[in-house]
C-alpha cells in the first residue's frame, strides 16, 4: 500500500471513529450535550483534528444521519429486489422502514432533527451535497418498483405522475406517521392502536387509490397480518412482530431523546 493509500485510509478509519463517538454520547447525554471539543477529546484528538473533517457541528450529524441511512439499504435492496409482485414490493420497503423504526428509534429522531433547517440549513452546501448524493440510491430502489409496475401493467402509465411523484406518497405518508409516533403523547393509542398497523391499512387504501394491482381490502385484518408475515419471512427470512410499536428501548419515553444542540 502506498503512503498516499494508507494515509487515506487512516482518515476514514479515524472520521468513522469520530461518529461513532458523536452516536454514542447522544445517546447517553443527548444533542444538548454535544461539543465538537468533547468528541475530539474522548477519541484522543485534538478539537482541530476533529474540524479538519467536519467544518461545524452541522457538518457532523448531517454526516452521522447520512450513515444511519444507509444502515436500511441492504434491507430496501432485498425488498425492491425480491422476486414478487411490484405491490408486494412496496410493501415490503414500507416493512423494512418499520423494522429500522422499530430496533433504532434514535436514528429516526436524529434525521429528523437533521432534515429541520436549524441543522440542514447551517450544514455547508458541500456536505448537504454529499449526503443527498449518498441517500439517491434509496430513492433509486423505490422508483424502480413504480417502473416495473408500470411495465407489468400493475400501474397505469395513465396515471397522472411521473414515477417519482408516485414513490413520494408511501414515502410522506411513513415520515409522517413517524412523525406523529416519536411526538409522545400526541396519538390516543386507544383510539386509534397500534400506529404502525394503522400505517399499513393506509399504506393500502394509498395504493389502492392509485389503482395498483392486485388491489387489496386494508378492513380485512386477517389478510393484512397474513401478508405482512408472509413478506417478512420470504423476503427478510424474520418473523413478523405482531406489533410495529418500537421495542428497542422498550417503551417510548424510555428512548434518548434528542434535544437542541448548542454551538461550541
Not at 412496496?90 to 422499530?102: E, F, G, P, Q
Not at 395498483?212 to 397474513?226: C, G, K, M, R, V
Not at 413478506?231 to 427470512?237: A, N, S
Request: charge should be negative.
Amino acid at each position: 500500500m502506498s503512503t498516499k493509500d494508507r494515509r487515506l485510509r487512516e482518515r476514514a478509519e479515524r472520521e468513522q471513529r469520530f461518529l461513532d463517538k458523536a452516536q454514542e454520547l447522544i445517546q447517553r447525554d443527548g444533542l444538548l450535550s454535544l461539543q465538537m471539543s468533547r468528541i475530539a477529546e474522548e477519541c484522543d484528538y485534538a478539537t482541530g483534528t476533529l474540524y479538519q473533517h467536519f467544518a461545524s457541528k452541522e457538518d457532523l450529524l448531517v454526516a452521522l444521519a447520512t450513515r444511519n441511512c444507509l444502515s436500511r439499504v441492504d434491507l430496501f435492496e432485498r425488498a425492491a429486489r425480491w422476486h414478487g409482485p411490484s405491490r408486494e414490493r412496496m410493501v415490503a420497503i414500507a416493512l423494512a422502514d418499520l423494522m429500522v423504526i422499530r430496533e433504532q428509534p434514535e436514528h429516526f429522531r436524529l434525521a429528523q432533527f437533521v432534515w429541520t433547517d436549524v441543522i440542514w440549513g447551517a450544514a455547508s452546501a458541500a456536505s448537504r451535497q454529499c449526503s443527498l448524493e449518498a441517500s439517491a440510491p434509496l430513492g433509486a430502489l423505490i422508483d424502480g418498483i413504480v417502473l416495473d409496475a408500470i411495465a407489468a401493467g400493475d400501474l397505469s402509465a395513465d396515471l397522472g405522475l411521473p414515477p417519482q411523484a408516485v414513490a413520494i406518497g408511501p414515502w410522506t405518508l411513513s415520515l409522517g406517521l413517524h412523525t406523529l409516533t416519536q411526538a409522545e403523547g400526541l396519538l390516543d393509542g386507544r383510539a386509534l392502536g397500534d400506529p404502525y398497523r394503522l400505517l399499513m391499512k393506509h399504506l393500502h387504501f394509498l395504493l389502492n387509490g392509485y389503482g395498483w394491482q392486485p388491489l387489496f381490502d386494508p378492513a380485512d385484518d386477517d389478510a393484512l397480518d397474513a401478508l405482512n408475515t408472509r413478506l417478512c419471512r420470504e423476503v427478510f427470512d424474520s418473523p413478523c412482530p405482531q406489533s410495529f410499536r418500537p421495542t428497542a428501548p422498550a417503551t417510548l419515553s424510555d428512548a434518548p431523546r434528542l434535544q437542541v444542540p448548542r454551538h461550541d
